[in-house]
């Protein structure tokens, strides 16, 4: 299709903003949500500057009713979801296992898990009926490998790359693709959360990748656009590591 419609959740910053943007300068059509109105009606207004038809709508990814209004949503206004890049997520409260809590395992489970099944759920029904549609889910290394001190993200991450496979194959035979990302260390906010603001901490784990640097939200975003792509069509079930050659080790 000339114009896809592009559905991206969690698309206010860091990786899913640079998303938004690189389809945005395809001309495609963009739907973004997040959950602070004013920086999403100026990323609409952004994305429309681009030349994309653009619109913003509040969602917490968390929330099964507000899943579904959100699809509906894409469907008046643009009729169909041709990718969908689930992309709500969070590093949760950081620190050994013995330290963590119930309402930690359960917060970061709904943002970065739930999120990925609610948004599926509903999703998939309508790629199907299309005949079509790519779906990329946002891992990471973490769901790839252990890190002490991160086990809550560790595991959430886990199981992203379970659903995934999961529902590739549950939909392969009907032209509809489900894929992750895992992405390495990016230079987002998040990343700063998660070595604790401190430039030190961030210099070493840049450090631990094998390109010695961390990656860019636009390098992820590349990645994201190819596995939308028809340049990517016999590609389903994987999940593609952008992370400098670290989980090659």
């Known amino acids: 299709m000339k114009q896809p419609t592009i559905l991206i959740t969690g698309a206010l910053t860091g990786i899913g903003r640079a998303t938004a943007l690189a389809f945005a300068k395809t001309g495609a059509n963009v739907l973004v949500s997040g959950r602070r109105d004013d920086a999403g009606a100026a990323l609409a207004l952004e994305l429309r500057a681009l030349g994309a038809r653009a619109e913003y709508v509040r969602a917490d990814a968390t929330k099964e009713a507000e899943i579904k209004s959100l699809i509906a949503a894409v469907i008046d206004r643009f009729g169909r979801i041709d990718v969908a890049v689930n992309n709500a997520g969070t590093e949760g409260v950081l620190g050994a296992i013995t330290d963590q809590s119930e309402n930690n395992y359960r917060a970061t489970f709904d943002t970065n898990v739930l999120s990925v099944l609610l948004a599926m759920k509903h999703e998939l029904p309508l790629m199907t009926a299309q005949g079509s549609g790519s779906i990329i889910n946002l891992s990471s290394i973490a769901g790839k490998v252990g890190m ?36 390495g260390p990016v230079q987002t906010p998040m990343l700063d959360r998660f070595t604790g603001g401190n430039a030190g901490a961030k210099a070493g784990f840049e450090a631990m990748m094998p390109a010695k640097r961390s990656a860019t939200a636009d390098e992820i975003a590349e990645t994201i656009l190819f596995l939308a792509s028809d340049k990517a069509k016999f590609l389903t079930g994987q999940s593609i590591a952008v992370d400098g050659g670290y989980t090659a080790q």
């Open 148 to 183: 002490a001190g991160a086990s809550i993200y560790v595991a959430s991450k886990h199981a992203v790359e379970g659903l995934t496979k999961s529902a590739a194959l549950e939909v392969a035979a009907t032209g509809v693709r489900v894929n992750a990302v895992a992405p």
